[in-house]
């Protein structure tokens, strides 16, 4: 412990100049003796360069070292690799096996990964029951991307009866996590009238906050609901806009 220590004051700068070198260097001595997150740390620091020159192949052996010593996020983090064929052959098999062992010590990445294998057929017989299962576990646990997921899933009848009304509350709480494709889906509903109140100024600042998050597929729907209001419901809406993106913020973004 106190190696893995020695390495974090050097990493962060705790009691001494932030060193990089030196803090890969503690880290590895702990690694080595096998302490599971110092095995990760030192795979952070091979993955991005931090310390060492950047040296993917060698970062994904770390990771799957800590994976194997128990480490959660090691694991996800390999099933991550393997799924994309980052130091080791890309194999999706493999990917959901450590995936599901992150997910059962509650990673909300890997649930949401496992969640996206069994609705896909990725690695894993298709069943979207089973994704349901591990999407609501994350949703619930606040990822935004599984909680976007699982509002599809009841949009559209996937492993779960059809239930719109859950839909919109899952679009709702992932458009808040800064998810784009729910900001554009709850503007599109506030448009039509889908689930709830036909409202065009809410429409708009949800249509305003999804191109701000990235998604430039709502800009005609933004543009053509600007042209429906006033110049006082634009005003509003963009004033409710900017009250969506403070609550985007204060969750932090996306997961």
């Known amino acids: 412990q106190q190696e893995f220590d020695l390495g ?38 091979y993955d991005a360069g931090n310390g060492v020159a950047q040296d993917r192949a060698t970062a994904a052996k770390w990771f799957r070292m800590s994976a194997e010593s128990g480490f959660a996020e090691g694991q996800f983090v390999t099933g991550a690799n393997y799924d994309q064929g980052i130091g080791f052959t890309k194999d999706e098999g493999k990917a959901m096996v450590w995936y599901l062992a992150a997910a059962k010590q509650g990673n909300l990445d890997a649930q949401a990964a496992l969640a996206c294998g069994f609705l896909e057929g ?31 899933c009841y949009f559209g009848g996937l492993g779960v009866p059809v239930d719109h009304t859950a839909a919109m509350k899952w679009w709702q709480q ?40 990235g998604d430039k597929t709502v800009l005609t729907n933004l543009l053509e609901t600007s042209r429906k209001l006033s110049t006082a419901q634009v005003e509003e809406s963009d004033v409710m806009a900017k009250e969506y993106a403070a609550i985007v913020g204060a969750r932090g973004g996306r997961n």
Request: aromatic share 10%; with cysteine.
């Open 122 to 152: 990725h690695g894993v017989p298709r069943n979207p029951g089973d994704a349901v299962k591990w999407f609501t576990l994350a949703a619930e646990k606040g990822h935004a991307a599984a909680q976007y997921a699982l509002g599809c």
């Open 174 to 213: 992932a458009a808040q996590g800064g998810i784009a494709a729910a900001q554009h889906r709850l503007g599109a509903a506030y448009l039509n009238g889908e689930e709830v109140p036909q409202d065009l100024v809410k429409a708009r600042a949800w249509f305003s906050v999804a191109l701000s998050s």
């Open 8 to 45: 974090t004051y050097y990493s962060d700068g705790q009691q001494v100049p932030v060193d990089l070198p030196k803090a890969l260097a503690w880290w590895r001595l702990a690694a080595e003796h096998g302490c599971a997150e110092a095995q990760f740390n030192v795979g952070t620091c």
